[in-house]
């Protein structure tokens, strides 16, 4: 399919900009119940008075599914971060009060993370099965909540407006469940890229939440494992590590 303005070019998904609204195209390969699922749960966080980019369509155009939604004008952080980072402490900041806004948001009808991550932990084969037990049983006793959770809230998925505003994009893996969790999976996306980064915005949200660092570096060897269902090869070694450490004091 021909659009002149790409914004994104992966390579199972692309997005582009036409007629002042961002259309995320799928490769003709992609599972329709993958695309239908997206729309779907981006429109539940769209329900659950999450400020997102509203969804507008969900269309074939010459044989691609395609999701249409607003575009919203600006840079990602993560380019931004890369282009200032002596700001990167004011960013982190901002990330922060972002999620803590998300956080504040609930959705009764969305996946539970809880069940998201025990699917992911059982479907891995790179694990043993004493290791699966430890990690399962480690994410049965954690406790259950429905905050709105993004899922895979990094800097690359947050859109910074002229004006300043911080707006999350792809929401496919938003569920509903323990914030912790979702902070957790965010330290560790930055630390795969920069660990003294990840380590700040752990302080920062610990000191602007009021939670227990410990509390979500419990979650770290759960993240880690459900990261490695990914098959990301450059990831495997410091997952690995994460998923052997047995508690954060
Ligand atoms: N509504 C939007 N307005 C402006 N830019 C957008 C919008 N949606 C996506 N983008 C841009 O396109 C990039 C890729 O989009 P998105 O993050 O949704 O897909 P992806 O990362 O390829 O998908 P996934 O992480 O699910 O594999 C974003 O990082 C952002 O820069
Ligand atoms: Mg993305």
């Not at 609204?21 to 992609?30: L, T, W």
């Not at 323990?178 to 902070?183: Q, R």
């Amino acid at each position: 399919m021909k659009f002149d303005n790409c914004i994104s070019k992966g390579k199972l998904k692309s997005v582009y900009l036409k007629d002042g609204k961002a259309i995320k195209v799928f490769d003709k390969k992609y599972n329709k119940s993958d695309v239908l699922y997206e729309a779907l749960n981006t429109s539940r966080v769209e329900d659950a008075k999450a400020d997102v980019p509203k969804l507008l369509s969900v269309d074939v155009i010459d044989g691609q599914w395609c999701i249409t939604s607003e575009y919203v004008e600006g840079s990602t952080l993560a380019e931004l971060m890369k282009a200032h980072p002596k700001k990167m402490d004011t960013y982190l900041q901002q990330m922060v009060d972002l999620q803590l806004s998300i956080h504040s948001k609930r959705n009764p009808l969305m996946i539970r993370l809880k069940d998201k991550l025990i699917r992911q932990i059982n479907d891995l084969d790179c694990i043993d099965s004493t290791k699966k037990y430890e990690i399962l049983t480690r994410l049965n006793g954690m406790h259950e909540h429905s905050k709105l959770c993004h899922g895979d809230f990094s800097p690359e998925n947050i859109i910074v407006t002229k004006s300043g505003k911080l707006v999350a994009v792809d929401w496919v893996h938003a569920t509903q469940g323990n914030a912790s969790a979702d902070v957790a999976r965010t330290y560790l996306l930055l630390a795969l890229n920069d660990i003294a980064v990840a380590d700040r915005y752990l302080d920062i949200f610990c000191a602007k939440s009021g939670t227990a660092k410990n509390y979500v570096q419990n979650w770290l060897p759960i993240v880690a494992a459900a990261q490695l269902d990914k098959k990301r090869p450059e990831e495997k070694e410091l997952l690995t590590k994460w998923i052997d450490v047995v508690n954060f004091e």
